[in-house]
Structure formats: C-alpha cells, structure tokens
C-alpha cells in the first residue's frame, strides 16, 4: 500500500467543488504544540483565520485590508467576527498533516458565515501507472504461495471479548521513519492479549491483519480478543485448532487494526538432529 501525503507552504491551496471550497493542507510545527504533544486550539484558531484570509486572495478578492475585499477598502470597511463555534473530535500531534476546507455562505443581510473542516490528510494513494511500469520488470507471475483468506475480518464486540488489555502505550522505538508505529507492533499487542496459558499450549500457525488507522507515542490503545466458536476450525475435527479474532483500537474507540490469528496445538519436540522449516508471508 502506498500512502501520499503533501503540504502546501507558504499559504499556497487549491480550489475545489467548481471553485467555492479552498482547501490547504498544513504541516504542525514543534512551537504550535502544547505539553501534551497536541495542538493547541490557539494554533487552530490561527489556522482558521489563515485559511480565510488566504480563501479571499486565492479567489481576487483580498485587497490592501486585513481580509478586506476591494470594495470594503475603498468604503473603509473591515470584517469584525461575532460568533465562532469550533467542535475539536481531536488534535493533530506535532509532524501530522491536516487538511482544511473552507467556505463562505451568506448569513442575514448584514454578515456572512465561513464554514472549516480539518481533517486528517493521510490517505491511500493510487499504485500509479509510472509506478507499476517501474516495477514491474520485477514482477514473478505464479499465483501467490499463500491462498488468500477471503474472509472478512468483522468488528469485535468490545463487550463480549474473551481476552482485553487496557492502557498500551507505544515506544519511542517502535516507530518508523515516519513518526508512525511500525505495522509489526501491531501482532505484539494481539501476542500481549493472549494468555499465557494458550501459548504454553498452542503455537501461532497464521495471521491476517487489516491496518485502519495509524497511532504515535500519544496514543493509549487496547487489544481485544475472542475466540471463535463458528469458525472454520471449530468442531471439524481440525485437531484442536483454535482461531481468534482481535481488535486494536484507541481509548475513544477508534478502531485501529483487525486481526485474526490461527493456533495449532504445540507439539512435543522430537530427538531429531535437524529440522527442515518453511516459512510463508503474504502482504498487500
């Protein structure tokens, strides 16, 4: 998967939707932070004036004022705000990318309103055609060794989880490159939710993981786990294997990452001089 994120600097957006939504994506710098790693809704209120000023001379109509348009300007008019309203779900940290869209409306016969959303601008980018063309020379064209699971990985019930652990918190070392925690993070929390017990007894034969959400060293997660009694490996005579559905998600309930583990059951090791292991790996 390719992930495409961008920033506009120096006041530079774009236009959509027929050109009546300006849309700017910033960067949050280390001084707009507060103690808590988060941005402070000072900055946020400083971003909401910033993307409108910068609205008004992207679409000619910001003159010599503050904001003011030509004609506001020659009248010696200025713009006075009488009502702000901002509903924060949360707060970028230092390093993330939002997004904001704006736009105006009119508002009685004497003001007009402006509307904002900030959004998380992270999102997946198309494998585009130049990108694929440079790979693939590199290409191997068999069918993948592993048969895909085609299954859905479903939404865990938080209340009837089997097995849960509250208040993980990610390591300065378990992020990458790009101030993320690394996707193998993700199975030592489904590993840290597993009792003891069952991994005494049984050993991890296969996992498939779906990745929704990213998470840094602010975040306070859980896992979940429930053992699946409709599986496919339950009461078919599949030799005790035990299949387990997991969930990963944020103290606000903010799903994380899916999962679903197989487990065989451990066998006792065998006097032999050697052993002759294959290992299979499957990532899209």
Not at 147 to 152: A, H, I, P, S, V
Not at 176 to 200: A, G, M, T
Request: glycine fraction near 6%; include cysteine.
């Amino acid at each position: 998967m390719l992930f495409k994120s961008t920033v506009a600097t120096g006041g530079s957006g774009s236009l959509e939707q027929d050109g009546l939504v300006y849309r700017q994506n910033i960067l949050i710098r280390s001084f707009e932070i507060g103690f808590d790693r988060k941005l402070s809704l000072a900055a946020l209120t400083n971003y909401l004036q910033d993307t409108a000023i910068d609205h008004g001379r992207v679409i000619g109509l910001l003159a010599d004022g503050f904001g003011s348009t030509p004609e506001m300007s020659r009248q010696d008019l200025m713009w006075v705000v009488s009502t702000l309203q901002i509903v924060v779900n949360s707060y970028p940290s230092w390093l993330d990318v939002v997004q904001a869209d704006t736009w105006l409306y009119p508002s009685g016969q004497n003001s007009l309103g402006r509307d904002w959303i900030v959004r998380d601008e992270n999102k997946l980018s198309k494998l585009k055609k130049e990108i694929r063309e440079e790979i693939a020379p590199h290409f191997r064209y068999y069918d993948p060794i592993i048969t895909k699971d085609g299954r859905k990985l479903p939404q865990l019930d938080v209340n009837t989880a089997d097995y849960a652990r509250t208040g993980l918190t990610p390591e300065w070392d378990q992020l990458d490159l790009n101030q993320h925690v690394n996707h193998v993070q993700y199975l030592n929390w489904i590993l840290e939710n597993v009792p003891r017990s069952f991994v005494e007894h049984h050993k991890l034969s296969a996992r498939t993981s779906e990745y929704r959400k990213e998470c840094n060293t602010d975040s306070v997660l859980q896992s979940l786990a429930k053992i699946v009694k409709n599986g496919v490996y339950h009461n078919n005579n599949s030799n005790n294997v035990i299949e387990l559905e997991h969930l990963i998600l944020l103290d606000n309930g903010s799903e994380i990452a899916r999962g679903r583990t197989i487990w065989k059951p451990r066998e006792i090791p065998a006097e032999t001089a050697s052993q002759h292991k294959e290992y299979c790996i499957s990532t899209s």
